[in-house]
C-alpha cells in the first residue's frame, strides 16, 4: 500500500464526484480552496508583475513617451492595489487554507462554507477591480487613494469607484476569512497541541487574523464614507463642505501599517517553518517568536502617523510616532536573531525553500534598517514620497513577503501537488530572483536620496535619473526571466509522475505525516500531539524515517457536503456593489438585486444540509 | 580543502557584483543630481540630514555584523544528509535578552538626537523672518510675499542668509512642497495651513518639485529656489515692485482689428526698465515699439488668457486658475519647471500645451505659429 508513487488522483476518482468544473464551483474542501486561491493569486501576482514591468520600459528613459500619463497613473496604481490585495495576501491565505488545518490536525476549517464564500468574493473584487482596465477607466489615484483627489471634483471619471468598491468587496472576502481561521485555530487543534505548542507559521497567522479583523473595519468605514462624498453628496472628505482631507489619510494609516503586518506575519511564519526543518534544528527562541509577532502587531496599530511625517502634525505627535516605530525594531530584530540562532550551529540541507529563506533574512534585514532611517521624522522628510521609499518596502514586502511566500511555494508544493519541483530550476529561479531583485531595488535607495520622487510618470534629463533607472529597468526583467523560470518548473514537473513521498524534507510539522496531496478527510485518525514538533517527535521514538502512509477509506468521517450557495452569495455580494456603482443609471433597482441574490444565497445556505459522512455523500449538494 | 575552493570558486563569483557595486556608487554621487537631498544648503536641512548620516552610520554597522554573520553561518553549517542530527538547541535566555537590550540601546542613540530634532524643526522661527505664501494649484506653485506685495509663480525668490517662512495652502488637493536643496517636503493643504521655514547658505538656481501624488501631471509640477544675495533679492524686490496693475484709463478697446489697438503704454509694468542686476532686457528697445508685442498684447486678451493670467506682481488677484506670468520673460523654465525658457518652447506650450503637457488645464487655444510669435514676444517682454 505504501509507496513512495503514489496516485491520489485514484483515490479520488473512486469517489466519483472530484473532477470537472462543478466540484471546483462548488468545493468547500479547504485544500481545494487554498488550490484556488493559490492559482487565482499567482495570476494577479503575474499581472502586477507585468504592470510595474510597463512602469519600469516607461522609466527608462527621461521625457519618454511610452506610456501616457493617465496610463502610467493607472498602472502604478493597480500594481500597488493588485501586489497587496490580490497577491500577497490571497498568496499568504492560500497557505492560511491548505495549511493551517493541515497543521493543526484538523479536518477543515471551522466553516468551509464561509470559506468558499471568501474565495469566491475575493476573485469578483479581484476581477471587478480590474475590470476599470475594459472602460479604460482603471484607478489612478494611487493604492492609498488620498482625498481629496479622489471627489467627484477632480476626479469625475469611474477610475475611484472602481477601486473603492473593489476594495470594499475584497474587505468582505478578507473579514470573512479572518473569522474563519481564528475560529478555527482556538477550537480546532488537535488534542494536545496547546497554543504554545502550535507551529510558528499557524501563530504568525492567528496573529494576522486579528489584524484583519481590527483592521479591515476601519478601510470599510473610510471607503464607505468617501462612496458617500462620490454618490451622495456628502462631504466627509471635501473641504469646500467643511470636510477635512487629512482625516481619510489618518483612516487610511490606521489600517494602512497593520496592512503591512499582515501582509509580513505569514511570511515570518513560513520562515519559521523552512529554517528549522532545513538546518535539523528546533526553531531557536519559540516564545520569543511569538511574542515579538504578537508586539509586533500590538505596536503596529500605533505607529500609523508614521507615513504622515511631512503633514506637519506638531513635534509632540511626531514624537510620538517616532519612537513607537523604533520600538517595533526591537522585536523585529529579535525574529532575525533567533532565525540566526535556528540556522547556528544546525545541519543546513541545502534545498530550494532554504535558499529563499535565507534569501528572505538577508533582504529583510536591509528593509528593516531602511525603516529605522525614515523612523527620524526630520530625515523622514526629505526620504517620504521619494523612490527611496520604494525602495525600502520592496525589501519588506518583495525581499521580505514574496521571497518567504516563494520559500512556502517550494517548501509545500510536494504536499500540495502531490509532485516535487525541480531543484536545478528551482535554484536558478533564486540567483535570478536575488540577482533581479536587487538591481532592480538597491539602486532606487540612491536616485530617491538623491531627489526622484515617487509615482511620477516621467523625469527631466537634466536632473540626472536615467542611468540609475535603466539598470532598474535591467533589473525588472531579469525578475522577468526569473519567474519565467518558475512557471517552466511548474510546467514541466506537473507532466511527471506523482512522484512526493509524504515527507520529503524530514519535516516537523503534521502536514508531512499524511500523504501527498492529503486525502479529502487529511487524517484518517485524529492525531495526538505531545510537543512542539510532533512529527520529529514520533520519528525520534520510531528510530527514523515512518513509513509511506495509506491514506485511509475516510469510512465514518464526516466532511462537509458541496455547495454552490457560497458562489451564489458571492455573486450578490458584488452584485450589490455593481449596484452603487449604476445607482444614477438604473436608480435602486441594481442594489436590490445584489441584495436579493445575497439574502436568497444565505437563505439556502442556512436551510441546507451541511454535513454528512464522507461515503454517503451525495454528488453536488443540495 | 574541498570545502574551500568550492568557497573560493563562489567568492569569485561575486566579481561581477562587485563591479556592478561600484559602477552603482559611482552612480550615486549626489554631485551628479541637481535636486539631491544628500547635499543641504541650508540649516533647516542640515539638521535632518545629520540625523540621516547618523542613522545611515548605525545601519550600515548592523548591516555589515547582521550579514556578515549570516554569510559566516550559511557557509559554516553546511550538512549533508547523512550527517548527525545537529545538537537540538530551543533557545537561550541570556543570549536572547543580549540580541534584545542591544538594538534598544542603538535606538536610544537614534532617538535623542532625532527627538532633538523633531523640536528645532517644528520650533518656530524668530527674529527677521520673511514670510512667504505657497500656494499650491494643479500643477504649478503661486508664491506671494505679503511684506511686500508682490506675486510670482514657479520660481522661489530667496535671499541667503535670511529665515524664510513658508505659510503653505493649496487652491485645491492636496500637493508637497519639496525643495530638497533647502528642507525636505511640507505637505500643502485646501482649507489648512502648514509651514516650514529655512535659512539658505548658499546663491544659485535649484529645483525642487511636488512630492505628493496630486492628479494627471504631478510628475510636471516642478520649481525652481533662486537664492540670491541679500542685495540682489532686495533689487528683485525694487523691481517686482514697478510690475503694477495697469492704468484704468487704458482698458483695452473692444479689440475688432489688432492693427487699431494703440499698441504700447497700455500695460505700465512690463516695459518699465528693470532695475535688476540680472535682468538683460536693459538693451532692448522698449518692447512697446515691437509690433509683435502689440499683436501678442492684443492676442492675450482675444484668446483668453487673461482669464487665468495675471501679468501684474503687485497686488496680484488670488484664485487664478493660471500662473502669474508678470515676470515669466526672464523666469529659466515655462510649464511649472519643466521646459526651459527659450522662445521655440515657450511658443509650442502656448500653441499645445496639451501635447507639451496633457491634462493641464490650459485648452489649446487654436494658436497659429504666427500668433505663437507674436505672444511670445509680448510675454518675453514681462521681465
Same mark, same amino acid.
Given at each position: ?22 466540484? %471546483? ?46 496610463? @502610467?497613473? *493607472? ?43 471568501? @474565495? ?32 467627484? *471634483? ?54 494576522? *487574523? !486579528? ?42 494609516? =490606521? ?5 503591512? @503586518? ?98 528572505? !533574512? ?68 533564486? %540567483? ?26 516621467? @523625469? ?44 520529503? %524534507? ?5 502536514? %508531512? ?57 458571492? =455573486? ?51 | ?6 568557497? #573560493? ?217 533662486? #537664492? ?84 501684474? #506682481? ?70
Amino acid at each position: 500500500m505504501a509507496t513512495t508513487v503514489l496516485d491520489q488522483h485514484g483515490v479520488h476518482a473512486a469517489h466519483g464526484e472530484k473532477t470537472g468544473l462543478w466540484s %471546483w464551483l462548488t468545493t468547500v474542501d479547504h485544500k481545494r480552496i487554498g488550490i484556488l486561491y493559490g492559482s487565482t493569486a499567482f495570476f494577479f501576482f503575474l499581472l502586477g508583475g507585468l504592470e510595474a514591468l510597463l512602469i519600469r520600459i516607461q522609466l527608462m528613459k527621461p521625457d519618454n513617451n511610452f506610456l501616457t500619463p493617465e496610463a @502610467y497613473n *493607472q498602472l502604478f496604481t493597480m500594481h500597488g492595489t493588485s501586489m497587496i490585495f490580490l497577491a500577497i495576501m490571497p498568496l499568504s491565505a492560500m497557505f492560511f487554507n491548505y495549511m493551517i488545518p493541515l497543521m493543526i490536525g484538523a479536518r477543515d476549517v471551522a466553516f468551509p462554507r464561509l470559506n468558499a464564500f471568501s @474565495y469566491w468574493v475575493f476573485l469578483l473584487g479581484g476581477l471587478f477591480l480590474n475590470a476599470g482596465f475594459l472602460f479604460g477607466a482603471a484607478p489612478d489615484q494611487g493604492w492609498y487613494g488620498y482625498a481629496n483627489l479622489t471627489s467627484r *471634483q477632480f476626479s469625475p471619471g469611474a477610475n475611484v469607484d472602481f477601486w473603492n468598491m473593489g476594495l470594499q468587496i475584497l474587505g468582505v472576502a478578507s473579514l470573512a476569512a479572518a473569522v474563519n481561521f481564528f475560529v478555527t485555530i482556538v477550537n480546532m487543534r488537535a488534542k494536545g497541541m496547546t497554543m504554545m505548542r502550535m507551529p510558528m507559521f499557524v501563530w504568525m497567522s492567528f496573529i494576522t *487574523q !486579528i489584524l484583519l479583523l481590527l483592521a479591515f473595519p476601519v478601510i470599510a468605514v473610510a471607503l464607505i464614507l468617501l462612496m458617500f462624498d462620490r454618490f451622495f453628496g456628502t462631504n466627509f472628505f471635501v473641504p469646500a463642505g467643511g470636510g477635512d482631507p487629512l482625516l481619510w489619510q489618518h483612516f487610511f494609516w =490606521i489600517f494602512g501599517h497593520p496592512e503591512v @503586518y499582515i501582509l509580513v506575519l505569514p511570511a515570518f511564519g513560513i520562515i519559521s517553518e523552512v529554517l528549522p526543518v532545513f538546518s535539523r534544528k528546533p526553531l531557536f527562541g519559540y516564545a520569543a517568536m511569538v511574542f515579538s509577532g504578537a508586539f509586533i502587531a500590538f505596536l503596529g496599530f500605533g505607529v500609523w502617523s508614521h507615513h504622515m511625517f511631512t503633514t506637519g502634525m506638531g513635534p509632540i505627535a511626531d514624537t510620538f510616532f517616532s519612537l513607537a516605530t523604533m520600538l517595533i525594531a526591537i522585536p523585529t530584530g529579535v525574529k532575525i536573531f533567533n532565525w540566526m540562532g535556528t540556522i547556528w550551529g544546525g545541519s543546513i540541507q541545502y534545498k530550494t525553500p532554504m535558499y529563499f529563506a535565507i534569501g528572505f !533574512i538577508a533582504m529583510f534585514i536591509i528593509g528593516g534598517l531602511s525603516g529605522v532611517m525614515h523612523a527620524s521624522p526630520p530625515a523622514d522628510l526629505q526620504q517620504n514620497d521619494t523612490y527611496f521609499i520604494v525602495a525600502h518596502f520592496h525589501y519588506v514586502l518583495f525581499g521580505g513577503s514574496i521571497f518567504a511566500l516563494t520559500a512556502g511555494a517550494y517548501y509545500w508544493w510536494p504536499k500540495m501537488s502531490g509532485r516535487m519541483l525541480d531543484e536545478r530550476l528551482g535554484k536558478l529561479h533564486f %540567483w535570478l530572483m536575488l540577482i533581479g531583485f536587487n538591481v532592480t531595488f538597491f539602486p532606487m535607495h540612491f536616485v530617491g536620496l538623491n531627489g526622484m520622487p515617487r509615482r511620477t510618470w516621467t @523625469y527631466p534629463a537634466e536632473l540626472g535619473f536615467q542611468a540609475l533607472n535603466q539598470l532598474e529597468t535591467l533589473g525588472a526583467f531579469i525578475l522577468f526571466l526569473a519567474f519565467s523560470v518558475f512557471l517552466v518548473n511548474i510546467f514541466k514537473t506537473s507532466r511527471g509522475p506523482r512522484n512526493a513521498p509524504a515527507d520529503p %524534507w524530514n519535516g516537523a510539522t503534521l502536514e %508531512w505525516s499524511i500523504p501527498s496531496p492529503p486525502p479529502e478527510w487529511n487524517f484518517q485518525q485524529e492525531p495526538v500531539v505531545h510537543g512542539r514538533d510532533p512529527l520529529w517527535e514520533t520519528k525520534r521514538e520510531r528510530g527514523g524515517r515512518l513509513p509511506e502512509p495509506a491514506p485511509g477509506t475516510g469510512a465514518g468521517i464526516h466532511i462537509p457536503n458541496p455547495s454552490y450557495w457560497p458562489l451564489v452569495s458571492a =455573486i450578490g455580494v458584488a452584485g450589490l456593489f455593481v449596484g452603487i456603482m449604476l445607482v444614477h443609471k438604473t436608480g435602486p433597482w441594481g442594489i436590490i438585486v445584489g441584495v436579493a441574490v445575497l439574502f436568497l444565497g444565505i437563505f439556502n445556505w442556512l436551510f441546507e444540509k451541511g454535513y454528512s459522512e464522507f461515503r454517503t455523500s451525495a454528488p453536488g449538494g443540495h | 580543502m574541498h570545502a574551500r575552493t568550492a568557497a #573560493a570558486r563562489r567568492l569569485t563569483g561575486l566579481v561581477p557584483f562587485l563591479v556592478l557595486l561600484a559602477l552603482v556608487v559611482a552612480g550615486c554621487n549626489p554631485e551628479r543630481y541637481p535636486q539631491t537631498a544628500l547635499l543641504p544648503l541650508s540649516d533647516y536641512a542640515k539638521i535632518g540630514d545629520h540625523l540621516q548620516d547618523l542613522t545611515f552610520f548605525w545601519a550600515v554597522g548592523v548591516f555589515v555584523l547582521v550579514e556578515g554573520a549570516l554569510l559566516y553561518a550559511i557557509f559554516r553549517f553546511r550538512g549533508r544528509p547523512d550527517d548527525a542530527e545537529p545538537p537540538q538547541i530551543h533557545g537561550n535566555t541570556t543570549i536572547e535578552i543580549i540580541w534584545t537590550l542591544i538594538p534598544a540601546l542603538i535606538l536610544a542613540a537614534i532617538a535623542v538626537p532625532t527627538v532633538r530634532g523633531i523640536f528645532e524643526t517644528n520650533a518656530h522661527p524668530s527674529g527677521d523672518v520673511l514670510k512667504i505664501q505657497v500656494i499650491g494649484h494643479q500643477w504649478w506653485w503661486e508664491f506671494r510675499y505679503p511684506e511686500y506685495n508682490v506675486t510670482t509663480a514657479n520660481e522661489l525668490h530667496v535671499p541667503v542668509g535670511k529665515t524664510v517662512e513658508l505659510l503653505q495652502e493649496s487652491a485645491d488637493v492636496i500637493h508637497s512642497f519639496w525643495p530638497p536643496r533647502f528642507a525636505g517636503k511640507r505637505d500643502v493643504f485646501p482649507a489648512r495651513q502648514t509651514r516650514m521655514w529655512f535659512k539658505a547658505d548658499s546663491a544659485g538656481l535649484f529645483p525642487g518639485q511636488c512630492a505628493e501624488f496630486c492628479g494627471i501631471q504631478h510628475a510636471r509640477m516642478a520649481f525652481q529656489v533662486r #537664492a540670491s544675495n541679500p542685495a540682489e533679492f532686495d533689487g528683485w524686490v525694487a523691481h517686482m515692485k514697478t510690475l503694477g496693475p495697469p492704468k484704468p484709463a487704458v482698458a483695452a478697446p473692444a479689440a475688432d482689428s489688432i492693427k487699431t489697438a494703440s499698441a504700447g503704454a497700455t500695460v505700465q509694468g512690463p516695459q518699465a526698465k528693470p532695475q535688476v542686476p540680472q535682468a538683460k532686457a536693459d538693451s532692448a528697445a522698449p518692447a512697446s515699439q515691437d509690433p509683435e508685442y502689440a499683436k501678442g498684447e492684443q492676442l492675450f486678451k482675444m484668446k483668453g488668457c487673461i482669464g487665468c493670467h495675471s501679468l501684474q #506682481a503687485v497686488d496680484a488677484p488670488k484664485g487664478m486658475i493660471g500662473p502669474n506670468l508678470a515676470t515669466v520673460g526672464s523666469r529659466a523654465y515655462i510649464a511649472a519647471g519643466w521646459l526651459k525658457n527659450t522662445d521655440e518652447n515657450l511658443e509650442h506650450w502656448i500653441r499645445e500645451p496639451q501635447t507639451v503637457k496633457k491634462g493641464v488645464l490650459m485648452p489649446n487655444l487654436g494658436v497659429t505659429v504666427e500668433e505663437s510669435k507674436a505672444l511670445r514676444a509680448y510675454l518675453r517682454a514681462h521681465q
